[in-house]
T-cell receptor, first 117, second 111 residues
């Protein structure tokens, strides 16, 4: 069964450094998402991406965050200058189409654990 | 805001028992989803609900989309040890792509 894959599984970074998290969405999916989950808390939406542009973002997704689809398969999340509070699990998700259209829902990868020291 | 209140927060049951959990919101959602998360993994979709009143089953799982569109429940029948994990409800509003998640329900099944 097709799946969303994320690399690395664990990233340790010094505070203030840039970090790039990588995702390969399911191949025929058109909508891509990033969520994060701080340890022991609920999953929170960061951003959605369609047709090579951000379609929706949350308050968490400030100027320190950016997303990119550099080629036909990868979808990346960059944090420019990491802070201690950025430590969390970051999940990539993809869907074939918008839920509002009653089609396929979002499928999640296994996440990247980001630890900021 | 678009918060989802999920209850209970945790349950300890014996193998073979049924378990029920629900999510409520003060806002209307167009879609309700139920996910299960195992340690170190991402949420895995269990059931998706698209219409108010819809009742959907997936094996031993049954979920319903509330008539008011402000709530949903998930039942697991005849639990087995591999049902252990954290169950999340998630809602999606019309015109928005984001999923709003509940805080999760941690299920422990004693063999």
């Amino acid at each position: 069964e097709p799946e969303v894959t994320q690399t690395p599984s664990h990233q340790v970074t010094q505070m203030g450094q840039e970090v790039i998290l990588r995702c390969v969405p399911i191949s025929n999916h058109l909508y891509f998402y990033w969520y994060r989950q701080i340890l022991g808390q609920k999953v929170e939406f960061l951003v959605s991406f369609y047709n090579n542009e951000i379609s929706e973002k949350s308050e968490i997704f400030d100027d320190q965050f950016s997303v990119e689809r550099p080629d036909g398969s990868n979808f990346t999340l960059k944090i420019r200058s990491t802070k201690l509070e950025d430590s969390a699990m970051y999940f990539c998700a993809s869907s074939e189409a918008l839920l509002a259209q009653g089609t396929q829902p979002q499928h999640f990868g296994d996440g990247t654990r980001l630890s900021i020291l | 805001g678009q918060q989802l209140n999920q209850s209970p927060q945790s349950m300890f049951i014996q193998e073979g028992e049924d378990v029920s959990m629900n999510c409520t919101s003060s806002s209307i959602f167009n879609t309700w989803l139920w996910y299960k998360q195992d340690p170190g993994e991402g949420p895995v979709l269990l059931i998706a609900l698209y219409k108010a009143g819809e009742l959907t089953s997936n094996g031993r799982l049954t979920a319903q989309f509330g008539i008011t569109r402000k709530d949903s429940f998930l039942n697991i029948s005849a639990s087995i040890p591999s049902d252990v994990g954290i169950y999340f409800c998630a809602g999606q509003r019309g015109g928005s792509e984001k999923l709003v998640f509940g805080k999760g329900m941690k299920l422990t099944v004693n063999p």
